[in-house]
């Protein structure tokens, strides 16, 4: 007679082994922390003495499952932000809130909901990337969950670190405080290819191999990053991960949903494990990745939930069932990922895909513990056939819900009996993240009242303000003032030639004033494009005031490179409506009686509403507004512009009037 501690009898176990083996009714022996034996129930309840047998009721006893790829703390951002762009989503959303709000204990705490989620959901192991992660591997290991946690390494600061040396230290610490826990796999995560530094990407890999850790990281997410490596680069994103080196180690590869055939090639012999997420995808529209391809050219793919604000829940009875539908719709082929193969991604692949085999994904001797137990005696689940062994698969990814799983264990501990959890308090956590939402839509609301607040909370922003002279008059010959610009009394000291596309935002509050968005096209004295430039100018829209001879007063409150896409701010700003304005700018700076002017000589194209000469010059104070007022006038003059007609409006409200006027 063998020993064990506890045998789980009268069960339908699903090993999910090399073979399939289905025992019914059938038994498992646990021994501490390890299964030590599965078979027929006759067989181990003769086999072996225990001081415990627990009646399983009929119920599927199977392997726990495994989220391949998730953010556990971000449930306390869950829908916060939906319906979104992924870039405006995360770059306008996610990481604000995440620099202001995201503390070792908002990380603990996002852990420990997501933990109690995820034990509900039957997941016994996952592999988290996030900030603070020892945080998130101390909550998770208190709530008795395995996992493999992944310190995230990015080229901009991050909540844990200003810059990525202190995020690389802080991974190291990190592993080697968690290297031989039971539960814990301490991870590098270098976020992806386009947040990464080429020396990240180095440093993580060099990390990863001298711990023997798993790096963790998102591979061709979306089309837009593909693209954007292979015009800097000249290739793909795996060439491009390949060349850095980073297959060396053991990767866990989130998404890959763009990825050719070569590139899984490369990913298979790499021994790479993909984590397929088929809710994220569907939800930020990243597209629908090739599993059916991957598995047939022998990749390990495991299935993951993403984070729980890109899902936004830690079902992976959901995710399941989504993988195999999908892949099924995708490749007009009902017998693509049948119900069998699907789970094995969740349980034993899913195991490979992550590197953890050794240990998890099967009811197998002398691997650990993790198993759930699901009761599909209930309404939605029933009758039951037999006649085919497959059957029981799709009872599981068809037809139950993450509600059917009534008991978790985590290496040989109980951490759900009959739907109660036993190491953590949800009604507490509930409450605590309550708190927390309450803190982060207080801190929303305001930045969006707000233009200026919205333009700093993306980053890269200053707020400068300054004042502005000008006056404007209409000409009807350009040649004959550039002419007049070469004459004594003016000092030319460089002339610019610019292709100008401005487009600007305007806002339901009209004190927002209005956001312009402005590319310019330097044009060199060939008439080429050489070089392309964009800037982002919020502009008051009261006028400050006004000098004799129509000289306007006026001031712009921010100005800043523009970093993002047109398509960016317009969907982060959503203007209540827009303008466009085309024009060609020749600009001149100009010293004329000690003091320095811009003089530009524009043309408006679009719309097509001729000639003009704007006469510029920046002030701080309204003194110095007076004296330069006057200089202007008197440089319009001198540039034999008086006689033209003066314009007391700026180009928006000019071009307004004109297609008000021909509406
Ligand atoms: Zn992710």
């Known amino acids: 007679m063998n020993k064990a501690n506890l045998i789980l009898k009268n069960a339908t176990v699903l090993t999910m082994d090399k073979q399939f083996h289905i025992f019914s ?16 129930e006759t067989d181990i309840i003769a086999k072996h003495e225990t001081d415990q047998i627990i009646d399983c009721e009929g119920k599927i006893l199977m392997p726990g499952l495994i989220n391949a790829h998730t953010h556990v703390p971000m449930t306390l951002l869950r ?19 995440e620099r202001e709000f995201v503390s070792p204990e908002f990380v603990r705490l996002g852990t420990r909901l997501a933990c109690a989620e995820s034990i509900r959901s039957g997941i016994t192991t996952f592999v988290d990337m ?46 080697k405080k968690w290297k031989d826990h ?14 990464c530094t080429d020396e990240i990407l180095q440093a993580c890999t060099e990390l990863a191999i001298r711990y023997d850790i798993p790096l963790h990281i998102h591979i061709s997410e979306t089309a837009g990053e593909v693209e954007d ?13 390949k060349k850095r080196d980073i297959f060396d180690a053991k990767v866990i590869a989130a998404h890959c949903v763009h990825i050719d055939e070569g590139e899984m090639r490369t990913l298979r012999r790499a021994g790479a494990g993909v984590a397929h997420n ?36 830690l079902d992976m009875i959901e995710e399941i069932r989504l993988a195999s539908m999908i892949a099924k719709a995708v490749s007009g082929d009902p017998t693509a990922l049948p119900a069998r193969q699907t789970l094995a991604m969740a349980t034993s692949m899913g195991a490979k895909a992550i590197h953890m085999d050794h240990l998890v994904g099967s009811i197998v001797p002398g691997k650990r513990a993790d198993l759930i137990l699901i009761d599909i005696g209930k309404v939605h689940n029933s009758p039951n056939f037999r006649r085919s062994p497959d059957s029981i698969y799709s009872q599981v990814i068809y037809a139950a819900k993450s509600t059917d799983i009534s008991d978790v264990m985590v290496n040989g501990k109980w951490l759900m009996r009959n739907y109660t959890l036993l190491t953590l308090n949800e009604k507490v956590l509930m409450e605590e993240a309550q708190v927390y939402a309450d803190k982060i839509d207080a801190f929303l609301i305001e930045r969006e009242q707000s233009v200026i607040s919205k333009l700093i909370a993306i980053g890269g922003a200053m707020e400068e303000e300054s004042f502005e002279v000008q006056a404007k008059v209409r000409i009807s010959n350009p040649d004959l003032i550039i002419e007049s610009l070469y004459q004594d009394k003016i000092e030319v000291i460089y002339n610019r030639h610019y292709h100008e596309y401005d487009t600007y935002f305007y806002f339901e509050d009209e004190n927002q004033g209005r956001l312009r968005y402005r590319e310019d096209e330097f044009i060199d004295a060939k008439g080429e494009v050489t070089n392309v430039r964009s800037r982002l100018t919020l502009i008051g829209v009261t006028r400050e005031g006004s000098f004799d001879r129509d000289v306007m007063l006026s001031r712009s409150r921010y100005y800043a490179p523009a970093t993002h896409s047109l398509r960016f701010y317009r969907e982060y700003f959503e203007p209540s409506r827009e303008l466009d304005i085309e024009k060609d700018r020749k600009r001149y700076q100009v010293i004329y009686q000690g003091v320095d002017f811009y003089v530009n000589i524009d043309t408006l194209i679009e719309p097509n509403l001729g000639h003009f000469l704007e006469v510029k010059s920046r002030t701080w104070s309204r003194e110095d507004a007076m004296k330069k007022s006057k200089l202007i006038a008197d440089l319009i003059e001198y540039l034999g512009a008086s006689s033209e007609k003066a314009e007391i409006q700026d180009y928006p409200e000019i071009v307004e009037n004109f297609l008000n006027l021909n509406r």
């Open 229 to 241: 490596i292979r015009k800097e680069f000249g290739m793909p994103v795996v060439p491009y991960l």
């Open 79 to 97: 829908g916060l932000a939906d319906d979104l762009r992924l870039d405006v989503w995360l770059m306008g959303y996610m990481m604000p809130v």
């Open 130 to 175: 996030y900030y603070f992660e020892s945080d998130v591997a101390e909550a998770t290991a208190e709530a008795g969950l395995r996992a493999i946690c992944g310190q995230t390494v990015l080229k901009f600061s991050t909540p844990d670190a200003t810059y990525y040396e202190e995020s690389l230290e802080y991974a190291e610490n990190f592993i």
């Open 182 to 195: 039971p539960l814990i796999v301490p991870s590098i995560a270098p976020h992806a290819a386009y947040t």
């Open 278 to 313: 088929p809710s994220s995808n569907l939800k930020l529209a990243s597209g629908f990745a090739n599993t059916t391809r991957m598995l047939d050219l022998g990749l390990n793919v495991g299935i993951g939930t993403d984070g729980p604000s890109s899902n936004n829940d």
């Open 25 to 40: 009714p059938g038994a498992v022996a646990i021994n501490n922390d390890s299964i030590v034996d599965v078979g027929k």
